[in-house]
């Protein structure tokens, strides 16, 4: 399966703080994307990783990658409220783009 | 860009009323996926078009819908007859294929079957 497993399901954090979001795979790739969803809205593009890359980061998002583990985190540094939403990770494959159930982030002011 | 394009942005119907949801890609895109959206299910993926041709339908849940894309820029999705279980906010997204890069998402369309 390319589906993508994002853990934990809720966090909730302080607005300034550090949130982590972790996601697991099955297969081999040749990246893995993380996305956001807004209530209502559909899904936005945040990073791309490739295979070859074990770090990432565009502006307060870092990615990670371990393909050994077939696992990747998302840290977003110093939370702001606009960070709540739900983010998503997904691997695809030959074509398919499967994604998980995502983690709810609600960041308090 | 105007990005992906759906329309409606909103949808009530009566069960057993046909449905249909529309969607223009973004120009130059060749894959187009739709998605369906529900607090229960998560994100499903229903039906993949490369290049126009449906490639992959065994998301779509059952006979009662169906999905096509007559050029590279329009692309539908019916449900005939719609029933309360087909309530959820169906995506559509565009993408270039063979890249396995970033997927474009329309806004969606909120379909409520009564």
């Known amino acids: 399966s390319q589906q993508g497993e994002e853990d934990p399901q809720a966090l909730s954090i302080q607005e300034g703080e550090n949130a982590t979001m972790n996601c697991s795979y099955k297969t081999s790739i040749n990246n893995l994307q993380w996305y956001r969803q807004n209530s209502g809205r559909g899904l936005v593009h945040l990073i791309l990783?490739?295979?070859?890359?074990r770090e990432k980061h565009s502006g307060r998002l870092r990615v990670t990658l371990d393909t050994s583990k077939k696992s990747s985190s998302l840290l977003i540094t110093a939370s702001r409220a606009a960070d709540t939403a739900s983010y998503f990770c997904?691997?695809?494959?030959?074509?398919?783009?499967?994604f998980g159930t995502g983690t709810r982030l609600k960041v308090l002011a | 860009d105007a990005g992906v394009i759906q329309s409606p942005r909103h949808e009530v119907t009566e069960m057993g009323q046909e449905v249909t949801l529309r969607c223009k890609p973004i120009s130059g895109h060749n894959s187009l996926f739709w998605y369906r959206q529900t607090m229960m299910r998560g994100l499903e993926l229903l039906i993949y078009?490369?290049?126009?041709?449906?490639?992959?339908d065994s998301g779509m849940p059952e006979d009662r819908f169906s999905a096509k894309m007559p050029n590279a820029s329009f692309s539908t999705l019916k449900i005939q007859p719609s029933e309360p279980r087909d309530s959820a906010v169906y995506f559509c997204?565009?993408?270039?294929?063979?890249?396995?890069?970033?997927?474009?998402f329309g806004s969606g369309t909120q379909l409520s079957v009564l």
């Open positions: 997904v691997a695809p494959g030959t074509y398919k783009y499967i």
């Open positions: 997204a565009s993408g270039r294929s063979g890249t396995n890069e970033k997927l474009f």
């Open positions: 990783i490739r295979s070859n890359e």
């Open positions: 078009f490369n290049n126009n041709v449906p490639i992959d």
